[in-house]
C-alpha cells in the first residue's frame, strides 16, 4: 500500500523546519547508505547525531504520533530515528531498494524495514524534478507533495528520486517496523479501521454494528500482531 497523508505538518511549521535544517552543516549522503544504494546516490544529509538532526527528528516524531492516518495505516511498533536530505541541481537518488534490516549505532536498535516514508518539507513550485518514484506490481508512479505531506510506502519496492534540475529539495525519511509485517494484512485492517471510523462518526460509537466490527478490527490486530 502507497498512501499519501497531506497535512502532518503544516505549511508553516514545514518552512519553520526548513529554515533551521538548512542552517546547520551538511554532510554526503552516502552516509547511511548500502553497499549498493551508494553507487546510485548523489545528495547530501543532514548529520545524525547533531544537534539540529535531534531537535528536528522530535519535531517529526511528535507529529507522526498525532497522525491518525498514519497511525492506522503503519500500526507502528518502532521507528527508526527520522534523517533529512536535500537534493540541488544535479543530484539524484538512482533505483533501489533499501536495505531490510536498520541499525542504530547510537542507541543499538535495530529494526526490520517493513515500511518507508519520505515527509515533505520544500513546496513544489521551488524546485524541478526531485519526484519520488516508486516501483510496485501496479507499475511505476511519480509523487511530488505540498511542504508538509508524507508518503507511506512498502520498504520492499523499487524507488529512486528523480534529478532536481532547478531549486533545492529538503525531505525527511524514515523507516519502520510495522505491528503487522504482512502488508496485504496491514492494508487490510487500515480499510477497516477507516470504515469502522466512518461507521461510528455516522451512528455512533454503541451502535451495535460498530461495536462488532470494532471488536473484529482489534481481534485481528492481536492475532497478526508481532511483539
Not at 502507497?2 to 549522503?29: F, K, N, Q, Y
Not at 549498493?36 to 548523489?42: L, W
Not at 529539495?169 to 517496523?177: A, E, G, I, M, P
Not at 451502535?207 to 492475532?223: E, G, I, M, P
Request: with cysteine; charged share 20%; proline share 5%.
Amino acid at each position: 500500500m502507497m498512501l499519501h497523508i497531506p497535512d502532518v505538518l503544516t505549511s508553516e511549521e514545514a518552512a519553520d523546519l526548513r529554515a533551521r535544517l538548512l542552517a546547520a552543516p551538511w554532510v554526503d549522503g552516502n552516509a547511511t547508505s548500502g553497499a549498493g544504494a551508494a553507487q546510485a546516490k548523489r545528495n547530501r544529509q543532514l548529520p545524525e547525531d547533531g544537534e539540529a538532526a535531534r531537535a528536528a527528528q522530535q519535531v517529526v516524531s511528535s507529529a507522526l504520533m498525532e497522525s491518525a492516518t498514519f497511525l492506522s495505516a503503519a500500526l507502528p511498533h518502532t521507528i527508526f530515528p527520522p534523517l533529512f536530505n536535500r537534493y540541488g541541481p544535479g543530484e539524484t537518488f538512482g533505483l533501489h531498494v533499501d536495505n531490510a534490516v536498520r541499525y542504530h549505532a547510537a542507541t543499538g536498535a535495530r529494526i526490520r524495514t517493513d515500511l518507508s516514508a519520505t515527509l515533505f518539507l520544500t513546496p513544489p513550485e521551488e524546485y524541478d524534478g526531485g519526484e519520488l518514484i516508486v516501483e510496485d506490481n501496479s507499475g511505476t508512479q511519480s509523487h511530488k507533495y505540498p511542504a508538509g505531506s508524507l508518503l507511506l510506502y512498502p520498504s520492499t519496492t523499487l524507488h529512486r528520486v528523480a534529478e532536481v534540475t532547478r531549486g533545492e529539495r529538503v525531505s525527511c525519511f524514515l523507516w519502520l517496523q510495522s505491528l503487522v509485517a504482512d502488508n496485504a494484512a496491514r492494508e487490510m485492517l487500515f480499510d477497516l479501521d477507516t470504515s469502522v471510523q466512518a461507521l461510528s462518526a455516522d451512528r455512533g460509537a454503541t451502535d451495535a454494528q460498530v461495536l462488532k466490527l470494532t471488536q473484529l478490527y482489534h481481534n485481528l490486530v492481536r492475532r497478526w500482531a508481532q511483539s
